[in-house]
């Protein structure tokens, strides 16, 4: 049986038709919201951020709860009120330039951005000779790091979770207006097309602080009390696999501009000679690097989910 074509209704199947149609009413519902929300002048962006996150801080839900949880078991520290807003902030911070990305010119994007130029450099260099691939945690704004990426010359490729229809086409609209190839998580092809993009000099881009693959490589995050994590093997497979170089890189908010931090080159160690030890060898390296860049701007870690078995709330 052929599919639809691009945009014709998504047939009833018995048994299922409330799910369905809810599904994508509430999918058109959030795209509608989204588009509305993008076209807020980013000037009133800013206080509703602020006001958002003190609000929310005086009242922990669950994903707060976890986010706690998760910070305290990087740092072996409690996690206090002042640390929470700060946080809540944060994440309205992000959320709000994602939704008003499409928005912005070339030249409000790169004035946005604070990099060493070092550092800068290097990513250019490696990214236009060998090829990279940058691995990123929840942190910052990932969405404004990779449209600077694209807006000064290095156009990213990502991966993206498919949500509702609605939604995800949005996103694709917006992104690929940017300069951004996105592909669908659930691409069968998404491996092999990301190793095409990096071979191609495109800048490939995964966020995996979370593992939500069925496999993954065990790291050790290097905590006061060290605690255990699986991170996704991608990055280090499109490397090996393209020949690119892994980078990690982080992103923090300072005042209303954001600064990126990268990474040194990351190579498997010598002693790691199977395919797996490779992959387990490359992440953790990733793994340390987070570590790092976390624990000197918890706020700016956007990871509201289970992380750990000693962090769930």
Not at 3 to 32: D, K, Q, Y
Not at 45 to 70: C, D, F, I, K, S
Not at 174 to 193: A, I, M, N
């Amino acid at each position: 049986m052929k599919p639809p074509p691009p945009g014709s209704p998504v047939p009833e199947a018995p048994g299922r038709t409330a799910t369905i149609g809810g599904t994508e009413l509430r999918s058109r519902a959030v795209a509608a919201g989204l588009r509305a929300a993008g076209g807020v002048p980013w000037p009133v962006w800013r206080p509703v951020a602020e006001l958002t996150g003190t609000a929310l801080a005086l009242h922990p839900n669950r994903g707060l709860r976890q986010w706690q949880a998760n910070v305290t078991a990087l740092t072996g520290r409690p996690v206090g009120r002042s640390l929470c807003r700060r946080a809540l902030v944060s994440w309205a911070h992000n959320n709000a330039l994602s939704m008003r990305l499409g928005h912005f010119t070339r030249e409000q994007v790169i004035s946005r951005i604070v990099m060493d130029p070092e550092q800068e450099e290097r990513l250019r260099t490696v990214s236009a000779t060998r090829g990279a691939v940058v691995a990123l945690p929840h942190m910052g704004s990932w969405d404004l790091a990779g449209a600077w990426a694209c807006a000064v010359g290095m156009p990213v490729s990502t991966v993206a979770e498919q949500l509702g229809r609605s939604e995800f086409e949005l996103f694709l609209r917006e992104r690929r207006r940017l300069g951004f190839t996105v592909h669908g998580h659930r691409d069968p092809l998404v491996g092999q097309k990301l190793i095409a993009d990096a071979r191609a000099k495109k800048l490939v881009c995964l966020l995996v602080d979370r593992n939500l693959s069925r496999g993954g490589v065990p790291v050790e995050w290097p905590a006061p009390r060290p605690v255990r994590s699986l991170m996704p093997i991608g990055p280090a497979h499109v490397a090996l696999e393209s020949g690119s170089m892994l980078l990690a890189l982080s992103s923090t908010f300072e005042g209303g501009r954001l600064r990126l931090q990268l990474s040194d080159p990351i190579e498997a160690e010598p002693g790691a000679r199977s395919r797996v030890s490779r992959y387990q060898s490359m992440m953790q390296q990733v793994c340390v690097f987070f570590h790092e860049r976390i624990t000197e701007r918890p706020e700016d870690w956007h990871m509201l989910q289970p992380m750990f078995a000693e962090g769930e709330s």
